[in-house]
């Protein structure tokens, strides 16, 4: 069986209550930082109601709240100072499929048929 990391909805609350700040305000930052998210939603990710956050959004969680964006995935996984280089770092995009499988932009169309009976 594999280890299941999940979102600690837990730590979100702590970090966010350590940095003083409300559900409002951390709101707020989220939005000037370009997250477009509700406060039913963070108190939702906090409670564990909902699924987690998108990359994105952890990654904007992380940077306002100034921890490594792995905090919010359990005990064990570090409180960094400052998340700043790891937010903005992107992951690699996946190898293209070596398969030879067409693409749909590259495939060729079929020549259509004329249907019908005798003319």
Known sequence: MQNCVRFDGARLKARREEKGLTLRQLTDSLVRHGISITFQT?????????RAP???NILA????????PD????????KAPSARSEATSRPAKAPAP???AKSRKTRQKRPVRARGGKA
Request: net charge negative; no cysteine; hydrophobic share 40%.
């Open 98 to 100: 070596s398969s030879g």
């Open 71 to 78: 905090y919010f995935f359990g005990p064990g996984q570090g």
């Open 61 to 68: 969680l992380a940077q306002v709240l100034d921890v490594n």
């Open 42 to 50: 963070l108190f939702l990710y906090e409670a564990g109601q909902v």
């Open 54 to 56: 998108g990359y994105g």
